[in-house]
């Protein structure tokens, strides 16, 4: 199962688009509000119901935990102390870890960045504390996926498919939505 978290302000693309992806290749992915509401509005005042509560879930069949961007939205996971606790021990048990954007901050401040290649939102980047900064559109450095911004909304998508399903998946899903005629 992997685990996409809402915070009030998130970036709408940047959680929607990378889970739009990861289910149309099979995966499971369920969406939880760290808000008390299942209802949640992100930065563009779009409002998203989520799977499920915070709460209300049991994470120990988590395969992934992601994190999308998006201010304030990235602040508001940051300060969440039950995320940040699931994060460590999801952590701790050698689990992948994705971010987009800001949130990658998130791994920065609780110390997982240590030695990682990784990518934000510019500007962000000195959040990623320990971390080799590579301003890539997608970086995966072992079990650490991230983003740069709402335009790596759809690679990073990729990326985890191809990390759960195999490249040729991935080029498959890459190929059905068109995603590769913006390179033409």
């Known amino acids: 199962m992997i685990y996409a978290f809402l915070a009030t302000g998130f970036e709408e693309t940047e959680a929607i688009a990378p889970i ?24 563009h005042g779009i409002g998203i119901v989520a799977d499920a509560l915070f709460e209300d879930t049991d994470f120990n069949d988590s395969d992934m935990l992601f994190l999308p961007g998006g201010l ?7 300060a969440f102390e039950p995320l940040r606790k699931l994060i460590l021990d999801h952590d701790s048990q050698g689990k992948p870890l994705a971010a987009i954007c800001a949130a990658p ?5 609780l110390g997982l ?15 990623l504390e320990g971390a080799e900064y590579t301003a890539a559109l997608v ?3 072992g079990m650490m996926f991230t983003g740069k911004g709402p335009a790596a909304s759809l690679a990073l998508g990729y990326e985890i498919v191809a990390y759960y399903k195999g490249e040729e998946a991935a080029a498959a899903l890459r190929e059905g939505m068109m995603y590769n005629d913006l390179f033409q």
């Not at 304030?72 to 940051?78: E, V």
């Not at 030695?115 to 510019?122: I, S």
Request: proline residues 4%; contains cysteine; hydrophobic residues 25%.
């Open 20 to 43: 739009d992806v990861m289910r149309r290749a099979g995966l499971t992915v369920k969406t939880i509000s760290i808000t008390g509401d299942k209802v949640v509005v992100g930065s």
């Open 72 to 78: 304030p939205g990235s602040t508001n996971l940051d």
């Open 105 to 109: 901050q998130v791994y920065g401040h």
């Open 113 to 127: 960045a240590q030695g990682k290649k990784m990518t934000c939102y510019p500007g962000c980047e000195s959040h």
């Open 139 to 141: 970086e995966r450095d």
